[in-house]
């Protein structure tokens, strides 16, 4: 209990980690949103980023988390049923965190993997699939959900979502005009093979060139991106760890192990775990036990 209570007000490596590789992306689109305010309203152009990252408070505000979150990602509330499955897990996890349970909003994911999420400082998602886990499986589950509450890993993830929304927007109109270039490319060939590459060697760069002016950051991208997939497995060792305090180590491991057996293995090569948010169970399970859980 000591030990939860110290993590909580200390956000870990994971969590710190987070916020630092998520600047430069942050950083590219308040520019561009400098640029856009440059246009509308040279004088006042700071304005326009200013506005954003103010207006991105809302995502602390309780009621953002309880009415947008849904919409957003597609959640929605427990039915009555399922509710009685969650509560007496999530009102146990609690009480052996010292928590109060009743803090959090649970929801229920629509898709159809066994899986959960925590966000922000109070939604804790699971899958319909986890629904259907027995009683300790889905114990285990929500303390490595609440274990990652309690690490500080979520306390900004919604802030910072907001603050990369135009980042990502951004790139994704730059993805949809590198779609089209081949497109344009074809439309050229008429006038011979040549001239067609050219036209589409010419696009490329040009598409190239106006990204790195607009946002040299998102350039960073491939490079932050096996950083940022490191920082996020360690997160999850660490959630995991929190659970296995809270004494769920047992019922983890049992369940990354029924995971490892549903799944015939860890099938992933070796680059695409160096990529993956998520570690492989199999060694999320030699985490547990070198920290000296059992099953
Ligand atoms: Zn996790």
New binding site residues.
């Given amino acids: 209990m000591g030990e939860v209570e110290r993590r909580r007000s200390w956000p870990d490596v994971s969590a710190v980690l987070a916020v630092v590789l998520a600047v430069p992306v942050v950083a590219g689109g308040l520019l561009v949103l400098a640029l856009l305010g440059k246009l509308v309203w040279p004088a006042w152009f700071w304005v326009v980023p200013a506005g954003w990252v103010v207006a991105g408070g809302i995502t602390f505000v309780p009621a953002f988390e309880h009415f947008l979150l849904p919409l957003l990602f597609g959640m929605r509330s427990p039915t009555t049923r399922e509710l009685a499955r969650l509560t007496p897990c999530w009102q146990d996890v609690c009480e052996a965190a010292g928590v109060d349970g009743g803090r959090y909003r649970l929801w229920v994911d629509r898709s159809r993997e066994l899986n959960a999420f925590a966000a922000g400082g109070r939604t804790v998602a699971v899958t319909r699939t986890a629904l259907d886990l027995p009683p300790p499986g889905l114990a285990a589950i929500l303390a490595?959900?609440l274990g990652?509450h309690l690490a500080g890993h979520t306390r900004f993830s919604l802030f910072f979502w907001w603050l990369e929304l135009p980042a990502r927007i951004l790139a994704r109109l730059v993805r949809w005009l590198a779609l089209a270039v081949p497109y344009v490319g074809r439309a050229f060939a008429s006038f011979g093979r040549s001239v067609a590459v050219l036209v589409t060697v010419l696009l490329t760069l040009g598409i190239l060139t106006a990204l790195a002016f607009l946002d040299p950051w998102l350039l960073l991208a491939p490079l932050l991106g096996p950083v940022l997939a490191w920082s996020k497995r360690l997160g999850?060792y660490r959630?995991d760890l929190m659970a296995a305090r809270l004494g769920y180590g047992p019922e983890l491991i049992a369940l990354l192990k029924e995971w490892i057996r549903a799944n015939r293995g860890d099938e992933r090569r070796l680059w695409a775990r160096l990529l993956a948010g998520h570690p492989a169970h199999i060694d999320r399970i030699k985490r547990l036990k070198e920290r000296g859980f059992r099953a």
Wanted: glycine share 0%.
């Fill in positions: 490595h959900e990652h999850e959630a």
